[in-house]
């Protein structure tokens, strides 16, 4: 027999982080400050041509060039760095300002990027960022920077990259930083607001990334953070991007609906691979990975206050890609309203396991978790909800079958259990279907709204998933008080009355 108290989480180990390689460091003996160059840096005056002139004397052996402490410095045109150079800002502001001089003759914008941003493989090398504010100051979202760009920082097609302890006020420009085809790159301690398209943002096969412990807020994006490889025009094969870190960030909308990280490829043929995100804080940031996907490991995330009925946690087939090998384990998320007939955690793919997550909440009506007709592992999840009207889901034709939002969709594990929750007022319906017949009610609970809640554990003993068929009522003939729960490896027994016992059996497809 199972007792209420036991429960069994299956608890998965993120090991997959991408390596680092190692950078050579710039000879940090060889460094100027960018006054030494012509740079005010009052506030008023414009330094372009100083702060150009500076970031074109590090030599190939690589120098530090070094803010003033806490300064501000104007600039009306990009700063382009060279391999081997290493920006100290010490707290410095890097204010942009109209009208904008590009630099390029497409007229893309960025404050700073690298000098070789046009190549087709990774040129540049070994370039960091410390301790600088990028402000966007008058421009704003009008009007935009020059075609569109508008990322502080652009790194394209180059290697060994840091930015680190920045601070990024976009002001309703684009990115805080970008990364097009960059290799071996982090990010770490930097805080970007009010941007209007991305704070962390990769694209164009870019690999070995990590973004760790930063912050960004923003009322208007349309994203949070990006790894999204392409398929571009004439290109027959697609991209690939791999070795994607993103642990220990806080993301925030301010937005009514909430804004997704998208970790997927764009296009036929292109794919992703290596993924781990854990332990972040998203605040009405949802967690998207579509399309040809191989290998990730969502872990420990904790996801709070989501707006516009969406997914908290998404992964299903597009364009005829599917994930491949998906573990979504120990995330907690409270308060979702998921309302689109989905689940709160969402999740058809090939080779994957959603076990010991916790969703939290009365104003979601879809599933807690729903697989569709993927088969994989469902085990230890806590599923609770307020919902009062009884609604039955869309789950897999031979899953398990809850109402309110507490939807478990298909269980294909050899030995494990799943557990739900039902708070007050809350009506929790199993449905048992067959090959021929529709869904019809096997049997419901109520919990009173007095009461305490009442935790289920349902055991699971089955390959590909469990049926639940009618019973007839048990020979049962113990004492009981309305909602005490026993469970075998074969029935699940309710008391539904004073001495009166009820029963679903389980049993395996």
Same mark, same amino acid.
């Given at each position: 027999?199972?007792?209420?108290?036991?429960?069994?989480?299956?608890?998965?180990?993120?090991?997959?982080?991408?390596?680092?390689?190692?950078?050579?460091?710039?000879?940090?003996?060889?460094?100027?400050?960018?006054?030494?160059?012509?740079?005010?840096?009052?506030?008023?005056?414009?330094?372009?041509?100083?702060?150009?002139?500076?970031?074109?004397?590090?030599?190939?052996?690589?120098?530090?060039?070094?803010?003033?402490?806490?300064?501000?410095?104007?600039?009306?045109?990009?700063?382009?760095?060279? @391999?081997?150079?290493? =920006?100290? $800002? *010490?707290? &410095?502001?890097?204010?942009?300002?109209?009208?904008?001089?590009?630099?390029? %003759? !497409?007229?893309?914008?960025?404050?700073?990027?690298?000098?070789?941003?046009?190549?087709?493989?990774?040129?540049?090398?070994?370039?960091?960022?410390?301790?600088?504010?990028?402000?966007?100051?008058?421009?704003?979202?009008?009007?935009?920077?020059?075609?569109?760009?508008?990322?502080?920082?652009?790194?394209?097609?180059?290697?060994?990259?840091?930015?680190?302890?920045?601070?990024?006020?976009?002001?309703?420009?684009?990115?805080?930083?970008?990364?097009?085809?960059?290799?071996?790159?982090?990010?770490?301690?930097?805080?970007?607001?009010?941007?209007?398209?991305?704070?962390?943002?990769?694209?164009?096969?870019? @690999?070995?990334?990590? =973004?760790? $412990? *930063?912050? &960004?807020?923003?009322?208007?994006?349309?994203?949070?953070?990006?790894?999204? %490889? !392409?398929?571009?025009?004439?290109?027959?094969?697609?991209?690939?991007?791999?070795?994607?870190?993103?642990?220990?960030?806080?993301?925030?909308?301010?937005?009514?609906?909430?804004?997704?990280?998208?970790?997927?490829?764009?296009?036929?043929?292109?794919?992703?691979?290596?993924?781990?995100?854990?332990?972040?804080?998203?605040?009405?940031?949802?967690?998207?990975?579509?399309?040809?996907?191989?290998?990730?490991?969502?872990?420990?995330?904790?996801?709070?206050?989501?707006?516009?009925?969406?997914?908290?946690?998404?992964?299903?087939?597009?364009?005829?890609?599917?994930?491949?090998?998906?573990?979504?384990?120990?995330?907690?998320?409270?308060?979702?309203?998921?309302?689109?007939?989905?689940?709160?955690?969402?999740?058809?793919?090939?080779?994957?396991?959603?076990?010991?997550?916790?969703?939290?909440?009365?104003?979601?009506?879809?599933?807690?978790?729903?697989?569709?007709?993927?088969?994989?592992?469902?085990?230890?999840?806590?599923?609770?909800?307020?919902?009062?009207?009884?609604?039955?889901?869309?789950?897999?034709?031979?899953?398990?079958?809850?109402?309110?939002?507490?939807?478990?969709?298909?269980?294909?594990?050899?030995?494990?259990?799943?557990?739900?929750?039902?708070?007050?007022?809350?009506?929790?319906?199993?449905?048992?279907?067959?090959?021929?017949?529709?869904?019809?009610?096997?049997?419901?609970?109520?919990?009173?709204?007095?009461?305490?809640?009442?935790?289920?554990?349902?055991?699971?003993?089955?390959?590909?998933?469990?049926?639940?068929?009618?019973?007839?009522?048990?020979?049962?003939?113990?004492?009981?008080?309305?909602?005490?729960?026993?469970?075998?490896?074969?029935?699940?027994?309710?008391?539904?009355?004073?001495?009166?016992?009820?029963?679903?059996?389980?049993?395996?497809?």
């Amino acid at each position: 027999m199972i007792g209420v108290g036991r429960v069994f989480i299956l608890l998965v180990s993120c090991l997959a982080c991408a390596p680092a390689i190692a950078q050579r460091s710039p000879d940090l003996g060889n460094a100027r400050n960018v006054r030494d160059f012509g740079a005010v840096c009052n506030g008023t005056a414009d330094d372009t041509q100083a702060l150009r002139l500076a970031a074109a004397w590090v030599p190939e052996t690589g120098g530090r060039l070094q803010f003033p402490a806490s300064v501000t410095c104007r600039t009306h045109g990009t700063i382009y760095l060279k @391999s081997h150079t290493f =920006v100290q $800002g *010490n707290g &410095a502001t890097l204010l942009a300002l109209q009208p904008w001089i590009s630099g390029r %003759p !497409e007229g893309a914008y960025a404050i700073l990027e690298n000098v070789n941003y046009n190549t087709s493989q990774p040129t540049d090398t070994d370039i960091s960022v410390d301790g600088l504010t990028l402000d966007y100051g008058d421009f704003g979202p009008a009007p935009k920077p020059p075609a569109g760009g508008g990322h502080a920082i652009s790194f394209d097609m180059a290697s060994n990259l840091t930015i680190t302890n920045s601070v990024f006020r976009l002001r309703g420009a684009e990115d805080a930083i970008a990364g097009v085809g960059v290799h071996n790159m982090r990010v770490e301690g930097n805080a970007a607001y009010e941007f209007r398209n991305c704070a962390y943002d990769f694209w164009s096969g870019s @690999s070995d990334v990590r =973004v760790i $412990g *930063n912050y &960004a807020e923003t009322s208007q994006s349309a994203q949070m953070v990006n790894f999204n %490889p !392409e398929r571009t025009a004439g290109d027959s094969k697609g991209m690939h991007a791999e070795n994607f870190v993103l642990v220990g960030n806080t993301l925030t909308s301010t937005a009514n609906s909430a804004v997704p990280i998208q970790i997927e490829p764009l296009g036929p043929g292109t794919t992703v691979a290596n993924v781990v995100v854990s332990g972040n804080i998203l605040q009405n940031v949802s967690l998207v990975l579509r399309r040809a996907i191989r290998g990730a490991s969502i872990v420990g995330n904790t996801i709070t206050g989501l707006h516009g009925g969406f997914e908290a946690i998404v992964s299903y087939p597009l364009d005829g890609d599917m994930p491949d090998g998906i573990a979504i384990a120990g995330n907690t998320i409270v308060d979702p309203t998921t309302s689109k007939g989905f689940g709160v955690i969402r999740v058809e793919a090939r080779n994957f396991a959603v076990t010991g997550n916790v969703v939290l909440g009365s104003g979601y009506s879809a599933p807690g978790i729903y697989t569709g007709t993927s088969q994989g592992v469902v085990a230890g999840n806590w599923i609770s909800s307020g919902q009062v009207a009884a609604r039955s889901t869309v789950t897999d034709s031979d899953g398990l079958r809850l109402a309110n939002g507490k939807g478990l969709a298909l269980l294909d594990t050899a030995s494990a259990s799943a557990q739900i929750v039902l708070q007050s007022d809350d009506n929790l319906v199993l449905y048992g279907t067959t090959a021929r017949d529709a869904p019809r009610a096997v049997f419901s609970i109520y919990q009173r709204s007095d009461a305490t809640p009442l935790r289920i554990v349902v055991p699971v003993s089955a390959e590909a998933g469990l049926r639940v068929t009618p019973s007839a009522p048990t020979s049962r003939t113990a004492r009981c008080s309305p909602g005490a729960i026993k469970a075998d490896a074969n029935a699940i027994y309710v008391c539904t009355a004073p001495n009166t016992w009820k029963s679903a059996r389980l049993s395996p497809n």
